[in-house]
């Protein structure tokens, strides 16, 4: 595939960019807002000798992926709210067996079946705490259908070198929305395919605690190995042995807490001279920067800092922006939910930290921001 230039949705942009990463299979339940991407590799998997498969539910997607991974296919699948909460269970499995996997969630409104057709932001817990259990997990937030492509890329990435599931949160907004992005060659793109073993099968260990990440063979390549739900030791069978739990879980959280200066991506905009913070990511980071210019415009400093990576949260970048301000602002399409992260890490009480938010399955617009950078200077 040549370089070219196409107007897509958010959600045709990560269809395009699993297929660009090497997926080779999706298992899926159509859901809305994200069913445009099941009906891109419905389309385009058989051509590039993939595999798609229309599962009865959620559960089961879940399932099949983690499956076709370890047969040793790039393997996605994709949800929206209810559905990503039926996922929890196996995607919980994905991380005690260390299973690269990357799930998207096009978020809606909810609780439960809530706003089906409409905009939110009300999943960033869910995809930090959803499944139980001690775990990290990797979450990244587009902002644009360019992004959505390179950052399906991306996950893909991450998943297969850390061996670890990956959530691509989209908003209905950006998945829903249309922009002209620019397909590179193939040759472009950095791809990571995940690290095979090179020892006789007999010695191979997949849970090796000498080793943050362990080579991961498919199965049928001659490494026979056990893949457990349970707590397990090196081989995969289980264990209750306490000191080898104990030092399995702290290898799984330090897989990826020791890589944060690979993991973490964010973008600032006009903060170096600013009093006012405004925190947003997603769909609403771009009604965020329509804000921060238009108060520039009025003579008030305010200054845009976008995670891109939402979980691991960038815990040290965070407190070095709140902490050159007294006033932050928090726009986000749900009650308030990464406000506490922000101020959890802020480094001093005196800063005043205010959400603007909305939950009616309507995007946040400019204005509103502005008028709240207004209020605060």
Not at 44 to 71: N, T
Not at 333 to 339: A, C, E, K, S, Y
Request: hydrophobic share 40%; with cysteine.
């Amino acid at each position: 595939m040549a370089k070219k230039k196409v107007f897509l949705q958010g959600n045709e942009a990560c269809a395009e960019g699993a297929l660009a990463a090497g997926v080779k299979f999706f298992a899926g339940y159509p859901i809305t807002p994200s069913s445009e991407i099941a009906e891109v590799l419905s389309r385009r998997l058989p051509m590039v000798g993939g595999k798609f498969i229309q599962m009865e539910d959620e559960i089961a997607s879940m399932g099949a992926v983690i499956g076709a991974s370890l047969a040793g296919a790039k393997s996605i699948t994709a949800t929206s709210g209810p559905g990503f909460s039926l996922k929890q269970e196996n995607l919980g499995f994905a991380c005690i067996t260390e299973v690269p996997v990357v799930v998207v969630n096009v978020m809606r409104g909810g609780p439960s079946t809530g706003l089906p057709t409409c905009t939110s932001q009300s999943d960033v817990m869910q995809a930090r705490w959803g499944t139980h259990g001690d775990h990290p997990i990797i979450a990244l937030v587009p902002w644009s259908v360019e992004e959505s492509f390179h950052l399906t890329v991306r996950a893909f990435n991450l998943s297969e070198k850390y061996r670890t599931p990956v959530i691509l949160l989209l908003d209905e907004v950006v998945g829903h929305m249309r922009e002209a992005i620019e397909i590179p060659d193939p040759s472009e793109l950095e791809i990571v395919n995940r690290k095979k073993p090179t020892c006789k099968p007999e010695e191979y260990l997949p849970y090796d605690l000498n080793n943050e990440v362990n080579p991961l063979p498919a199965f049928g390549e001659g490494y026979r190995f056990h893949v457990t739900g349970l707590n397990h030791d090196a081989t995969g069978f289980p264990t209750n042995d306490s000191k080898l739990v104990q030092k399995d879980e702290e290898r799984l959280m330090n897989k990826l807490l020791n890589h944060l200066d690979d993991i973490l991506t964010w973008e600032e905009y006009m903060t170096d001279d600013m009093e006012i913070l405004v925190y947003a990511y997603g769909s609403t980071a771009r009604s965020a920067i329509a804000a921060v210019k238009q108060a520039r415009e009025e003579g008030i400093k305010a200054g845009l800092f976008r995670p891109i990576t939402l979980w691991p949260f960038p815990d040290d970048k965070t407190r070095e922006m709140v902490s050159k301000v007294k006033k932050v602002i928090v726009p986000e399409v749900n009650l308030g939910m990464i406000i506490g992260e922000v101020k959890r890490v802020s480094p001093k009480e005196d800063i005043n930290i205010v959400g603007v938010n909305r939950a009616d399955g309507e995007t946040i617009v400019p204005q509103q921001i502005l008028d709240k950078i207004k209020e605060l200077s």
